[in-house]
């Protein structure tokens, strides 16, 4: 299924040209057009689900196949030292674009990104009391 007002879905399905560096029957993988570091790509299904919570299990797991095979071609053609997945659902988590995307971001000494968060420190009691939240 399509989105016809989803920009995603108008480049995964070639109707915009892209910079594509991996594609299949269901997926394309392009080139962020406002990319962290060199060779930041963009993992996107053919068919729009706004989010992890609305996409198949199955499109899930192929995605992190996908994920995986041009995390290796990336590592091989640009000599990264690293790599960052990230996956954004929610505008509170950073989703700028309502089609599901995986980000490839490949990391080299002194990039000067920083793809981290602030750790907290919450007692013993809170994690075992979040933990029975999502355990009860
Ligand atoms: P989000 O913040 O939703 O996780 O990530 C959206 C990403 O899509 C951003 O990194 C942004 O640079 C990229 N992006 C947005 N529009 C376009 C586009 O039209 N073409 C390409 N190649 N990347 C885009
Ligand atoms: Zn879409």
Redesign the pocket.
């Known amino acids: 299924m399509k989105d016809p007002n989803c920009?995603?879905c108008k480049?995964a399905n070639g109707e915009?040209p892209?910079?594509t560096i991996y594609e299949d029957d269901s997926f394309r993988v392009?080139?962020?057009?406002?990319?962290?570091t060199k060779g930041?790509a963009?993992v996107l299904p053919k068919d729009h689900y706004a989010d992890i919570f609305a996409t198949p299990e199955d499109t899930a797991a192929k995605a992190m196949i996908v994920a995986k095979k041009v995390s290796e071609k990336l590592k091989a053609k640009l000599g990264c030292e690293g790599l960052n997945i990230?996956?954004?659902n929610g505008e509170v988590a950073?989703?700028?674009?309502?089609h599901l995307?995986i980000?490839l971001i490949p990391r080299y000494t002194d990039d000067g990104q920083h793809i981290l968060w602030n750790p907290t420190s919450p007692s013993a009691e809170e994690l075992a009391s979040i933990r029975d939240k999502i355990n009860n």
């Open positions: 920009i995603f480049i915009i892209s910079n392009i080139l962020d057009n406002g990319p962290a930041h963009l990230v996956q954004n950073g989703q700028t674009v309502k995307h980000h």
